[in-house]
């Protein structure tokens, strides 16, 4: 492995994405930066559509042709952004994966569970047929698939949910990638399976100093999770700092909705579940100003104006809102309830 | 319950029978393939209603004095062997091509979503023997049943229709039957059940409107086949019989005259080819405008 | 898995009954006395009686039916009312030339079809795809035998490259047994290719929305790699059911193209002996049809079993 440790292994900087949906173009991602240090682990949280996977399908290179992607990507120090298909190709799997949301259908049901683990092992290392077969079969008995060696052979209709996770995720890690980028791991799955899953994850993370991307809606899977977050709304990053520091002092309107929207467990019967009043703006019309003006509830005509830049409300806790006087003030009971 | 319900139940929405959508014919004005394929068939239309009426020629009288014209101001697309006009032909045999297409279909329809409907609404083994019946007779073409019955009954049209009408039962029966399931299973249908309407009525009531855009869809495909099939039975001299001109039959007559007549061959074919042409497109168009569900590249 | 083929096989043999029942009403019970069709209205009535006995004709129904079953598993399937020559030998003759025509249309119509279907999906909704699309929708349009005529009219009556019709066999050679099937091969495989490239074009496209393709590429899969490795043996299985159904529509096309290039092959045979009234003959012909026709398609779903590996767990 390259690159010193101080270095970031990832760096993304003012990245912005143009798709073209059905209702024409779209500015699904603009101005996102970040960096990630190696070990490093980061939250992207937010509703779907708010451009946290659209982000994650351009650090793997996989948008849609059709995607315009500005701004840069870098890995190690070289250039992603417009790399050639097959200059990316020897990257993906072998330097930075990806899990999947869906692990049902996620795994080609015609190839044996082993078959799919090996291949990047195949692609990406000269190893032989053998060796990656005995390295699939490591991997999978290291995810917590039982009976690793017998099953290897088996196809993924014979798995349950969680355990086809498993095998994804084996295959992610069987190149030993510098960056894992996870996508929703376990919302597809029980949420017995869910804690067992990202326990795994999260011990995988650390056995390997692998760095790690965790996308998920779900504000607890990031607090329990990742040292650092980033809340994405309408296609920019609203609020980013440490985890601890984003929890304690939330900064944006948006990040203190989604925190009141929670389901809580031991809830008084009849409390009814907050919502952010709207919905999440399609990202073919976006407004000209802050893309959550239109929910917001402390909203000025400022805000409307231009998007608004991003506030650093202490060391390395930054905030996209002209407010954070008044909403950091308005953030009671955030700690602890 | 404390949590108020948000979301409201649409189940009523749904009983509404559905209706031609909305500015359909603005839509579908706009539809390539279904304006192209729409235009193709008129055509082909127009052509049989206008034999009804009028020909250039007559296309039973024989003229073996002017055989094998060339065309010309008189005879536009020249005289066949039997110094009959070539128009005329094309023209009369679009007329009997239609012909046995509708009865066809029509044999097809009535069977086929006759059944199809019975094994949505029976299932157990009604439905088992409907299906296995249907995949029987898919493994007899209409050529092969056509020659069955040609040889006890004698070739001609009523032995050309029957043969092309079993052939068209079998797929009817599957799309039928394949989407009145879907209805079935579907929350009004559920309700019309609860609120004691027997299986007869909540066929017709529910099941037939629902399925009827894809069956529009499919006999127009089917319709398409039944054109093919007929040319090529009529070609065999299966089909319809001289004097009644036929597209088919006049590509035989044409075949062995390829080397003094070569365009002779040509016409026919083309006329087959544009029916069979604009009404796959037609139904191509329809299946986009009538039911989006449906809109599957093919 | 073996349970599955075990049922499958068992509905083969009932529909192979069955249409081998149907077959034999509608051509043996149907027309009332095939001696009488044979020798016409005219014939006297001793002359009749004669030869309906000889053809074993005054035998009940139940057992000239059994008789004819039990003919079809041991290959003695009569002898022909008009030639009294064996009907299987007939048959076998006429398949040299109908089966070599088969086997070469339908390659060629998986060769075409696939490679078009693939490749208008690999470049889905660019020109080359839109281009091959309207080819097909146009494929789909001609009938089989005026494309054959097409074909004659440009290569033999212009170019004269290859003979308008007949067969060479296959005493002289091999190459010249090939050629003179070439135009008849090629104007089956035509229409049915087109069909055939639609539907692996669509069941290919399916196929790369799946989000085991995007896991694919997150392995560090080229585009062409998934292609070949994931995406294809997946969209096999639409793909073969009309292969399949394309067989039979394939096997009544050759009734039709032998007639165009008068080729004595299993079509000519049918129909000569439609002509002549020689309805052991048709109905030995039909059987044999209908037969391949039910065979081809319980393959293909033992196929599946193969192919498709959640088959054998879904029916144990």
């Known amino acids: ?125 000269n190893c032989s047929a053998a060796a990656a077969r005995k390295e699939a079969i490591a991997l999978l008995d290291r995810v917590g698939l039982p009976d690793a060696a017998k099953r290897v052979d088996a196809y993924p209709h014979q798995f349950s949910g969680g355990q086809r996770q498993r095998v994804t995720i084996a295959m992610a890690l069987a190149c030993q990638p510098d960056v894992l980028i996870a996508d929703e791991p376990t919302t597809a799955l029980d949420v017995t399976i869910q804690g067992q899953i990202l326990d795994l994850i999260a011990d995988l993370v650390a056995e390997r100093g692998m760095s790690m991307i965790l996308i998920s809606h779900d504000l607890g899977v ?37 925190f009141r929207a929670r389901p809580r467990l031991g809830a008084r019967k009849g409390t009814r579940l907050k919502t952010i009043a709207g919905t999440v703006p399609e990202l073919a019309d976006l407004p000209a ?49 | 319950m404390s949590t108020p319900i948000s979301a409201s139940v649409d189940v009523g929405a749904a ?43 007559s296309a039973y009288e024989i003229d073996v004095a002017s055989k094998l014209r060339p065309p010309s101001a008189a005879h536009w697309l020249g005289t066949d062997v039997l110094g009959r006009d070539i128009v005329s032909l094309l023209l009369v045999g679009a007329r009997s091509t239609i012909m046995v297409g509708i009865i066809a279909v029509g044999i097809g329809i009535t069977f086929g979503v006759s059944l199809g409907l019975l094994a949505a609404a029976r299932r157990g083994w009604t439905e088992e023997l409907i299906m296995r019946m249907s995949d029987f007779t898919f493994a007899f073409p209409a050529v092969l049943s056509a020659i069955m019955l040609a040889a006890v ?47 007869f009525r909540i066929t017709i009531e529910h099941v037939l409107p629902n399925v009827l855009p894809i069956l529009i869809v499919q006999a127009t495909i089917q319709f398409a086949l039944a054109i093919l099939a007929e040319a090529a039975l009529s070609y065999l001299g299966l089909g319809t019989q001289p004097p009644q001109p036929s597209w088919g039959r006049m590509l035989n007559d044409a075949q062995t005259l390829l080397f003094q007549s070569p365009m002779l061959a040509v016409y026919p074919g083309a006329a087959i080819a544009v029916a069979v042409l604009g009404l796959n497109l037609l139904g191509d168009g329809l299946r986009d405008l009538l039911d989006p569900r449906l809109s599957r590249e093919r | 898995m073996s349970v599955f083929i075990f049922r499958r096989f068992l509905t083969l043999i009932a529909t192979l ?44 129904l139940y057992y000239r039916y059994v008789h004819w079953v039990m003919g079809l598993l041991t290959g003695d399937l009569g002898n022909s009312y008009v030639y009294g020559t064996p009907v299987a030998g007939l048959i076998a003759e006429r398949l040299t030339l109908t089966i070599p025509l088969a086997i070469m249309s339908m390659s060629m119509t998986v060769v075409l079809a696939l490679s078009a ?200």
């Open chain 1, 222 to 258: 990031i607090a329990e999770n990742v040292q650092r977050m980033m809340v994405m709304y309408g296609g920019t990053v609203v609020e980013s700092g440490a985890t601890n520091a984003v929890f304690t002092r939330m900064g944006h309107p948006y990040t203190q909705g989604l």
């Open chain 2, 153 to 199: 009954a004698g070739p001609g049209m009523v032995t050309s229709i029957t043969a092309i009408g079993i052939f068209q039962i079998p797929t009817l029966v599957r799309v039928t039957r394949g989407s009145a399931n879907a209805i079935w299973a579907r929350e009004f249908v559920l309700a019309a059940r609860a609120s004691g309407k027997g299986g």
């Open chain 3, 17 to 60: 009954l069955g249409a081998s029942l149907i077959i034999f009403l509608v051509l043996d019970a149907l027309p009332g006395n095939a001696a009488q069709m044979l020798m016409g209205a005219d014939a006297s009535p001793d002359a009749v009686r004669a030869l309906t006995i000889k053809l074993g004709l005054d035998q009940p």
């Open chain 1, 1 to 125: 492995m390259s690159g010193s440790t101080n270095a970031p292994l990832i760096e993304v900087r003012d990245l912005g994405i143009r798709l073209n949906t059905s209702r024409g173009p779209a500015q699904a991602v603009r101005g996102v930066s970040f960096s990630l240090k190696r070990g490093e682990t980061l939250g992207l949280v937010g509703e779907s559509g708010c451009g946290k996977s659209v982000t994650a399908m351009a650090l793997m290179g996989l948008l849609p042709e059709s995607a315009v992607v500005s701004g840069s990507i870098r890995l190690d120090g070289s250039e992603l952004v417009g790399l050639s298909d097959a200059n990316y190709c020897k990257l993906r799997g072998n330097r930075i994966s990806m899990i999947f949301q869906e692990p049902m259908t996620a795994l080609n049901p015609m190839h044996t569970i082993g078959r799919q683990v090996a291949e990047p092992l195949r692609r990406h290392t």
């Open chain 3, 117 to 316: 279907g693939i490749y208008t999906a690999a470049n889905h909704n660019k020109l080359g795809d839109v281009g091959v699309m309207s080819l097909t929708q146009f494929g789909i349009a001609l009938p089989n035998f005026w494309f054959a005529i097409l074909l004659i009219l440009l290569f033999s009556v212009k170019l004269q490259w290859l003979s308008a019709g007949g067969f060479a066999g296959w005493d002289e050679s091999i190459l010249a047994g090939i050629k003179s099937l070439l135009l008849p091969a090629i104007s089956l495989s035509v229409v049915q290719a087109a069909i055939l490239a639609r539907v692996t074009r669509s069941a290919v496209l399916e196929v790369l929305r799946e989000d085991f393709v995007r896991t694919a590429r997150a392995k560090g899969l080229s585009k062409r790699d998934v292609l070949w490795r994931h995406v294809l043996r997946n969209a096999m299985i639409p793909v073969m059911t009309i292969m399949g159904l394309q067989f039979a529509n394939l096997l009544a096309g050759t009734i039709v193209i032998e007639n165009v290039f008068y080729l004595p092959g299993l079509g000519r045979l049918i129909f000569q002996s439609i002509a002549n009234r020689d309805l052991i003959v048709v109905r030995n012909c039909v059987m044999l049809l209908a037969g391949v026709v039910v065979i081809v398609n319980f393959v293909v779903d033992v196929l599946y079993a193969f192919i498709d590996p959640r088959i054998k767990v879904h029916n144990l």
């Open chain 1, 289 to 337: 100003g802050c893309t959550f003006a239109d929910r917001c509830t402390i909203v000025e005509d400022r805000c409307r104006a231009a998007l608004p830049a991003v506030v650093d409300v202490s060391a390395g806790h930054g905030v996209r809102c002209v407010r954070t006087d008044v909403s950091m003030a308005e953030a009671v009971g955030a700690v602890g309830a």
């Open chain 2, 15 to 57: 009983t509404v029978r559905p209706q031609v959508p909305t500015g359909f014919w603005r839509r579908a004005l706009r539809h390539r393939s279904f304006v192209i394929g729409g235009t193709l068939s008129l055509m082909v239309l127009g052509a049989a209603l206008l034999s009804l009426v009028w020909t250039p020629w």
